[in-house]
């Protein structure tokens, strides 16, 4: 129960990461605002069971296309419309479009571009705007603000292939880096997580056979896929104030998979 009195919004919510990210953010006392694109029936039927399981706190659903700025706007309006305040940002949204770089279209490119570094940028903008408005609340958090970024382990990674997603992962990281730095004197917190193999249904092709999971747990040292709740768990203590100290950094969820595997047996 870190986060008692606190709001948080989690783009992207309706499943997998953001997913898990909502529901631990509810356990920790805060009210949830959940954001969904498209699944509305999931989003509603996580609202309903985070209410069953809450206290005090409360949730609320929004739909919203993180990459349009009258949808990032018409989030954050109903956010301080019923909470009347947002304490932490948990920009979640993001999507794979892949094609060899030869092949893909600029549509392609744009896409992903727009959702997972443009909706980045609109939603910190947005979060930043309420923070400076709303000054530190005291007895709530020794920071006027958190944002977490969901990121990639291909922030640093190359990845042929996904010239898109990993451009706007690498992008991200300096996004992140500029506004901890811009905004740190307000005691604006920003960090990022960066997961690695994660099991939720967008890589199910990869590790839903034996021979899948085989090559895939060769890129990581630690021996197991990730689950959701292990990003959901940094989630939560970069948004308590347990981490103040922290900013402008990524925490790499990733049982060691930025770590080069491939030099386990002298490379």
């Known amino acids: 129960m870190r986060l008692i009195n606190q709001t948080c919004l989690v783009t992207g919510s309706s499943s997998g990461i953001g997913k898990a990210i909502a529901r631990k953010m509810a356990m920790e006392g805060a009210n949830v605002i959940i954001n969904y694109y498209s699944d509305k029936t999931s989003a509603e039927e996580l609202a309903h069971d985070l209410e069953e399981i809450s206290v005090d706190n409360e949730m609320m659903v929004v739909k919203g296309d993180v990459s349009k700025q009258k949808d990032v706007d018409n989030i954050f309006r109903k956010t301080i419309d019923k909470f009347g305040a947002l304490d932490i940002l948990v920009s979640n949204s993001g999507i794979q479009i892949d094609a060899p770089s030869h092949e893909l279209t600029l549509e392609q490119w744009n896409r992903v571009i727009d959702v997972n570094l443009t909706g980045q940028f609109l939603c910190a903008q947005a979060a930043i705007k309420c923070f400076l408005h709303q000054g530190i609340r005291p007895n709530i958090s ?111 969820v990733d049982g060691g998979m930025s770590c080069y595997p491939g030099f386990l047996d002298n490379g």
Request: proline share 3%; net charge neutral.
């Open 142 to 252: 020794k920071a006027m603000g958190k944002i977490i970024h969901m990121s990639s382990v291909h922030e640093i990674i190359p990845w042929a292939g996904h010239l898109n997603y990993a451009s706007s992962k690498g992008g991200l990281l300096m996004l992140m880096k500029s506004l901890a730095l811009e905004y740190g004197k307000d005691k604006i917190r920003v960090n990022s997580i960066a997961p690695g193999a994660i099991q939720t249904a967008i890589n199910e092709e990869v590790w839903s056979s034996k021979k899948g999971m085989e090559n895939l747990l060769k890129l990581i040292p630690y021996g197991r896929i990730g689950q959701v709740e292990d990003v959901a768990n940094a989630a939560a203590w970069l948004a308590s104030d347990e981490s103040d100290y922290v900013t402008g950094t990524t925490i790499f």
